[in-house]
């Protein structure tokens, strides 16, 4: 061979390794890239988990076994303390009564195997044999016990995490919904939520498994010490591919997260009732099915080379699992063969391997599931962790219940993520009992404003005042008991109708008489309760048609219940109206300003319709880019033609005027 040919030789040859070894690796397979989301170096975070996961090495998993077994303990005394010192106990008993009946085997081998009538023997062996019986009826009634109070446990731990993160998602700052990543951290801890279940339910049958593996090992320790090294050899090729498929399978699973949810996205369009006209109107079947179809295939074939690598894996385990067993057989054979072992202990360690080999198949097998959802429950614990950042911190001056006045001073506010700030040095005044309107174009910082006077943010820079006193410091819960929403797209909660209103003060409506005139004369004030009354049940309608009985309205309708929700709150000190009515036909918005001037508490008010500002507004705001730019009352500002208020009112005015015109004519 020339030396040419020998250099040639090692690229194919390692070439032939790297497919080999590819066959066993689903990475070998590129992460799933999807053409609307943002590349990885945009997007680091929905595969951190991933990368973490792929430098973790074996013994490092083996490792954390115990500390998952003593985390599984842990969650479920959270549940019931007494119900967990009884499930150790059980385990404790199943495992002595394995050990004790394996010990009863030579004692029943050694009677039927003696010399002599086979009637004897059998009588020499009863005594045994009894007790064999006894003790696996006993283990039977302990394994089925334990696996009651497993059921018993399992859902209180479910209400438990699934209480904590559902308390967390409602009670963190809105600025952690906007940080990178939560929403798929979100997915992550959903499924992490329910882990603790499944690793009570691992962790028993390991510790099950477990006692079975000590009785025997103690049984053939007693016969012979050789043999626990090749029981031991046995297991650990099948424990490498558990381990292995599990690290694989959560590595996908996570790589897929944010794919899997915009997957959903795409479904959630075509399968969305709301959608349903935009949806047909626009022809989108084809365009959402081709893209639902691609997402598909990716993840399919991201599937088959991770079904394929597990399965190589485990046929690789098995075939050095078996070749380690008949070595342990080989072993018990030569022990016999000699004459070192008598032949009832020889059974008696035959059945010994049998039932260990068992029980530590078993044993890898739930192994792996306990490791699979540490690993679920690793982003459940590292979600909590994070949401703990963004809790409102601890109020250092009282909530007060009302307000004199309300200043906005020199307020900054940037988005996560944003390059430019969204407010920048605003600066305002809202006075007890006055309406405050605040105008500008699309994307002049409107919304966020009123978000900040509602505390669901915080501004970067400047304050925000009742009275003189920085609400950044008050508790925002109780801040917020005194703030009315209003918003253009309210919540359209799947309740009752009047549940949808009643939610606008829940705390102090109560669910009785009293309640429900409270809830309808908040409804009589936002012109909503003739259509509440024919629906089909009327308030007591359930506002969701996909759910049996229910029913559903336009979104003007929908809009009348927001403002009846807002308006619930008689208490508010400060009322503040998003675009309320945006949907709303010329009359019923008409009628809306005349009562807005009526309400005592303070109401600043966010709409793009100029006759409404001009109608009930006390003074008005002016923002543009993010700045307060001038500010007056309705007359004042029309005295200076060229600011953006004078022009927006002129422009709607003289279109109105217009069409009034050609419709004389």
């Given amino acids: 061979m020339t030396a040419e040919a020998t250099v040639e030789a090692v690229p194919l040859r390692r070439g032939r390794i790297a497919r080999i070894r590819a066959l066993f690796n689903p990475e070998a397979v590129p992460v799933t890239e999807i053409a609307d989301l943002a590349s990885d170096d945009l997007n680091r975070a929905w595969i951190s988990g991933y990368e ?121 700052e809105a600025v952690a919904f906007d940080s990178a990543g939560w ?47 090749l029981l031991a050899l046995t297991i650990a090729p099948k424990l490498w591919a558990q381990v292995r498929s599990a690290r694989q399978g959560y590595a996908v699973w996570v790589r897929q997260v944010e794919g899997k949810r915009r997957q959903n996205q795409i479904a959630q369009l075509g399968q969305s009732v709301s959608y349903a006209p935009e949806v047909r109107a626009l022809g989108l079947s084809e365009y959402l099915g081709v893209r639902y179809r691609k997402l598909a295939v990716l993840f399919a074939r991201e599937a088959a080379a991770l079904a394929r690598a597990t399965s190589l894996s485990a046929m ?157 410091h008050m508790d925002p819960d109780e801040l917020r008991s005194h703030i009315a929403l209003v918003a253009q797209d309210g919540m359209r909660a799947p309740f009752t109708a009047a549940e949808n209103i009643r939610i606008g003060a829940w705390s102090t409506t109560p669910q009785d008489e009293t309640g429900r005139a409270a809830i309808t004369t908040a409804a009589h004030k936002a012109g909503a309760h003739t259509f509440i009354k024919a629906l089909p049940h009327g308030y007591d309608t359930l506002m969701d048609r996909s759910l049996t009985s229910g029913s559903n309205v336009s979104g003007g309708q929908w809009q009348r219940l927001g403002i009846a929700r807002g308006l619930l709150k008689t208490t508010a000190a400060l009322i503040l109206a998003d675009e309320p009515t945006a949907h709303l036909d010329a009359e019923a918005e008409l009628a809306f300003a005349a009562h807005l001037k009526t309400l005592p508490a303070a109401v600043v008010l966010v709409t793009h319709r100029m006759n409404i500002v001009a109608a009930c507004a006390d003074h008005i705001y002016v923002l543009e880019d993010g700045t307060v730019t001038t500010h007056g009352t309705h007359t004042q500002l029309l005295a200076h033609p060229d600011n953006w208020y004078a022009r927006a009112f002129r422009l709607q005015q003289d279109s109105f005027n217009a069409l009034a015109s050609e419709s004389a004519d």
């Fill in 183 to 229: 929403m798929d951290a979100e997915v992550r801890a959903e499924r992490g939520a329910v882990s603790p279940r499944y690793l009570l339910q691992a962790t028993v049958r390991v510790m099950r498994n477990a006692a079975g593996i000590i009785a025997a090992g103690i049984v053939l320790a007693t016969i012979d010490p050789v043999l626990l090294p």
């Fill in 316 to 472: 690789a385990g098995d075939a050095a699992s078996a070749i380690a067993m008949l070595g342990a057989y080989a072993a018990l054979v030569e022990l016999l063969y000699a004459g070192w072992l008598p032949l009832a202990l020889g059974g008696t360690a035959f059945f010994a391997i049998g039932r260990t080999q068992s029980a530590l198949l078993s044993l890898v097998s739930y192994g792996n599931d306990l490791y699979a959802e540490g690993l679920y429950l690793d982003g459940f614990e590292e979600f909590c962790t994070n949401a703990q950042q963004y809790l409102p911190k601890p109020a250092t001056v009282p909530t007060p219940t009302g307000f004199t006045e309300i200043t906005v001073e020199d307020v900054c506010f940037t988005y996560t993520g944003a390059t430019r700030p969204a407010v920048e040095h605003a600066t305002l005044t809202i006075k007890a009992g006055r309406v405050v309107a605040l105008v500008g174009e699309n994307g002049a910082a409107k919304t966020t404003l009123t978000k900040l006077l509602g505390r669901l943010y915080l501004p970067d820079s400047g304050r925000i005042c009742w009275d003189g006193i920085d609400t950044a």
């Fill in 52 to 172: 973490q996961l792929s430098v973790t090495g074996f013994w490092s998993i083996a490792r954390r076994l115990p500390a998952l077994l003593a985390a599984a303990l842990r969650l479920a005394a959270g549940a019931s303390r007494p119900r967990v010192v009884w499930l150790l106990v059980l385990q404790v008993i199943a495992g002595i009564c394995q050990a004790v009946s394996l010990f009863a085997t030579t004692g029943a081998l050694g009677a039927l195997i003696a010399s002599g009538p086979t009637p004897d023997k059998i009588s020499a062996a009863l005594p045994s044999l009894v007790l064999i019986g006894a003790l696996l009826a006993i283990q039977a009634g302990a394994v089925g016990v334990g696996q009651l109070l497993v059921g018993q446990l399992a859902p209180v731990m479910d209400a438990q995490a699934l209480g904590r993160l559902q308390q967390l998602c409602t009670t963190v």
